[in-house]
Every structure is written in C-alpha cells, then in structure tokens.
C-alpha cells in the first residue's frame, strides 16, 4: 500500500497498533527527548509518539502535534516503505540490475513491465493548489519558532530541526539534491544550517558562494515516507532522492514548486520552509548538538538560512527525531539502508555475502563483511575496495569474515573475530577521510583506520596448522531431544539477539 502523506502514515501505524497519542501537554524543552529515549531504548524500539499538545520553549501550546519515532522498529521501517521485509527491496534491485539485452522477441516482451515500471518512477509536478500550500505564511507573518522545534538535550545551542527534507539544487547541472541535514532554528526568520563539507548540499552551497550568487533552500517535514527516508539515503550525486523514493513507493513523488524560489518541494508535506543562504555573509554559530555518537558535537560555524516563505497544510503534522547514545531511531533508518544497497554493494564487490554496521558502531565506526573467500588475500581486497566506496569510505573499523558467520548478530560476529585473528598478522592500519562528527581523529575529517582479516586463514597466507571446527551438536540428538523437550518441564526465554 502506498502512504501519501505522514498522516496516512500514522493512521496506518494507529491501525497496526504502533502509536501511542500523546494528550497530556508535554514541552518540546527535553521532556519530548526524554519520553521518545525511553520508548525507543525498550523491546522492540517501543510505540512511535503523536504528541498532540505540545509546549513551545515560552509556555505556549503549539497548534501543531509533533510525531516521533516513527521509523523506531523493523515493523515500522516496513509499513513505512510497504514491504513485509526490507530485504524485498534489496531483491527488487537485484533483479533490476541482473536485467541484460533481451535477445528475441519474446524476451523483450517479458521486459516492457519492468521498464514501464521504471519509467513511472520520476517525480511530477502538480497543478493547482498543492496541500503543502493550503497556508502560506510570508514577511511579517512568519515565525519559524512556532513551530514544536525539540530542544533535545541540555548542553544543546538551541531549539532544532532534525527530520528535514532539505533540497538544493547544483548550479551547474540543475540536479536537485535531498539531504536530511540538522537544521538550527536561530530566530522567526533565520536558521543555521548543518551541512558537512563532504555532504551534496554544502558542495552546491561551495559553487553558489564562488559565483557569489544567492542559493536557494527548501527544507520539506512530513510528506509520504519514502520521501523522508530518501533524504537520509546515500545516493550518489546524480541520483534524485525523489525518483529513489518513487521506485520505493511505485509510484511517482508529486511536486509542487515553492512560492518565493523556483525549487520544487513535496506536494504531500505538511510544512515547508523555503528560503536562501547569501554568500557574502558571514558564518553562523550552530551547535553544541547531542549527536548520534552519543556525545555533543562541538559549535562550529556554518551558513544562515533567511526563511523567505512557510507553507503547510490546514492540519500539518511535525515529524521529528531524536540522536544520541545508540540505539536510536536513526539505527533503523540505517539499517534499512543497510538491506536496500546490499545488491548495489555485491554489484562491486561480487564477493560480499553480507554485511551489518551495528548500533554501538553509529554507522562509520564498525562494519561487519562476511565473504565467500575464494583466494588468499581477499579480505584484504574487500576492505581497501569498501574504504574506496563513498560514505563507507569514512568506515574507522572494518571486520571480513567467513560466509558461514552471521554478521548480523555482533556477539557471533565478534566471537568469531576474536577466535580468528592474530592481532601482528590480520590487524592493518591505514590513513584517510574520517567523519566530522569523529572526535577522537587526530585531525578534522582525517584519521587512521583499521581493517581487520577475520575469515579462515589458508597456507598460502603463512598459516601452517590445521583449522579448528566449530563445536556443534549433531542433528540426531537435537531431533531426539526436540520430541522430549515438552516433557522436560523447562520453560525458556530465548535469548535475544541483536
């Protein structure tokens, strides 16, 4: 089923038994972070949040419920993107990629519907008066603080933005670009804008200010859920989030274009702030901000957005999250990242079997690669090719092991590893990007990582001993065993993975 809108979404995750509302008022000053924390840290990811009275920082009541933790659990990933299970969207692009040129007639036949399906993918612009402009809010009216912008932790320099669907546009090419970048909210009219130097956005910002030219920004919350976890997607430059999220949805992204900039925005969101960044001002302080890592990133200046125009619907709904010490609602919109690229990984590196970056490794510290090893070495070869590889490019620890090991479960992964490796000879080091949020890098954006050669050694890499088998019980015993369990009387919890 294809969500249009975020409130579809919620109705849709209201039926699933999936959302809690939230009627008590609650301020967007902490306590919002602290109950969504909570939930998001129980079994399961907990339920996602509807607040419908929020409290702004000044004691008001906002007009406008705030929604969070919407993506906070497999099942939710999966309503949110219309599959059972993320892995049938991997299987999708698998198969799209295994298409080749049809030799006979009725081969081409088979594949008219999987280029018509793709030929539906490309977002189209709407007529008319689009729900995301159903107010328009402009000069004296706007006041971006009115809206339930969370103030996440304490140490936080403000109020922000942290669910955005923020376009761009490249100047030379017209590319729109969709990041999922914090946004702080400054003042009614004027933002800061979070954008680091290795992100799409901020290299069209790059090229705008050499021109010396104004940049327009567009920044969407809410709309179908494709769309928004589109923005946090690592598409490659080219690629406009909008066709991804089409693919996703099947169906085309309706777009409308802005009121004050020529940007086309989500016809479906519930509010857009558009705006633009003039180069011949000087940077912003933004920042301290509690961080995925779990720790505050530091206050760094970065560019202002003026807000030249807020549009919403008659009803919007504020979508929101929250980062911090993992796990976090952002884990699962990685791993759903995780499942859809795999195909694309295998397309470069045929020999990845699979591969998991877990939660306490927030996405660039740790990922775990199972191959199928055909020839000594090939670890090796994986690891220098992921490092080559964009975002994972910014990978600080990267483990290779066998295909027989389940890398997404971190204790088998790791039991594994420690088993495997002997420290001199399967541990490398190397230089190279890190990400900015890295605290610990000897430099800004530039580091050391390791690479770590955990799968069977073989002779020809200097092992000369005989390879230990894995302890396992054999079948006949576990089957006679399994036809006396229940008159054993033992009554087991089993034990949870991660």
């Not at 290299?203 to 050499?210: I, L, V, Y």
């Not at 050391?448 to 894995?470: C, H, L, N, Q, Y």
Request: aromatic fraction near 8%.
């Amino acid at each position: 089923m294809t969500l249009a809108n975020l409130r579809e979404f919620i109705g849709a995750l209201d039926r699933a038994g999936e959302l809690v509302r939230i009627s008590r008022p609650v301020s967007v000053v902490l306590e919002v972070t602290e109950i969504a924390d909570r939930c998001v840290k129980s079994a399961g990811g907990g339920p996602a949040l509807l607040f419908e009275r929020p409290v702004l920082a000044g004691g008001r009541e906002s007009e406008i419920p705030a929604a969070i933790n919407l993506f906070g659990s497999m099942r939710r990933m999966g309503i949110a993107l219309g599959v059972e299970d993320l892995d049938q969207i991997g299987n999708r692009i698998a198969h799209l990629l295994k298409l080749r040129v049809p030799e006979g007639w009725r081969e081409k036949l088979a594949m008219l519907p999987k280029l018509t399906e793709i030929a539906r993918y490309p977002p189209r612009t709407v007529s008319g008066k689009p729900h995301c402009r159903e107010v328009v809010l402009e000069g004296a009216d706007i006041d971006v603080t009115r809206l339930p912008n969370l103030t996440c932790w304490p140490e936080d320099g403000g109020a922000y933005i942290t669910l955005p669907q923020v376009i761009t546009r490249d100047p030379n090419t017209g590319v729109r670009n969709v990041g999922m970048y914090r946004v702080q909210v400054l003042d009614r009219d004027r933002l800061a804008m979070h954008w680091q130097r290795h992100k799409v956005g901020a290299a069209h910002w790059r090229e705008m200010a050499a021109r010396g030219e104004r940049m327009p920004v567009a920044i969407a919350l809410g709309g179908d859920p494709p769309s928004i976890y589109s923005a946090s997607a690592p598409l490659p430059p080219n690629i406009d989030e909008y066709v991804f999220a089409g693919f996703l949805r099947r169906k085309p992204v309706p777009l409308a274009r802005a009121v004050s900039s020529d940007l086309l925005v989500p016809a479906e969101a519930d509010i857009v702030i558009e705006g633009y960044i003039d180069p011949g001002e000087p940077l912003v302080l933004e920042g301290p901000f509690g961080d995925h890592t779990g720790f505050y990133s530091l206050a760094d200046y970065y560019p202002a957005v003026h807000v030249t125009a807020v549009t919403m619907r008659r009803d919007p709904i504020y979508p929101t999250i929250i980062v911090g010490r993992p796990p976090m609602e952002d884990f699962y919109l990685g791993h759903a990242t995780e499942r859809i690229f795999l195909p694309l990984l295998k397309l470069t590196v045929p020999e990845i079997v699979d591969y998991h970056m877990p939660p306490p490794g927030i996405f660039h510290n740790l990922v775990f690669v199972s191959i199928d090893k055909q020839f000594p070495g090939q670890a090796w070869k994986v690891i220098n090719a992921l490092w080559g590889m964009g975002l994972m490019s910014l990978a600080k620890v990267i483990v290779v092991l066998d295909k027989d090991v389940n890398v997404r479960d971190p204790d088998e992964a790791w039991w594994v590893a420690l088993n495997h490796i002997d420290p001199e000879r399967d541990v490398r080091f190397t230089m190279g990007p890190v990400d900015v949020l890295d605290h610990a890098s000897r430099a800004f954006t530039y580091g050391s990582k390791m690479g770590i050669d955990a799968t069977t050694k073989w002779k020809e890499e200097g092992f000369d001993r005989e390879w230990p088998r894995r302890i396992a019980m054999d079948q006949e015993t576990k089957e006679r065993v399994d036809a006396m369990w229940d008159e054993l009387g033992l009554r087991l919890t089993p034990r949870s993975s991660a």
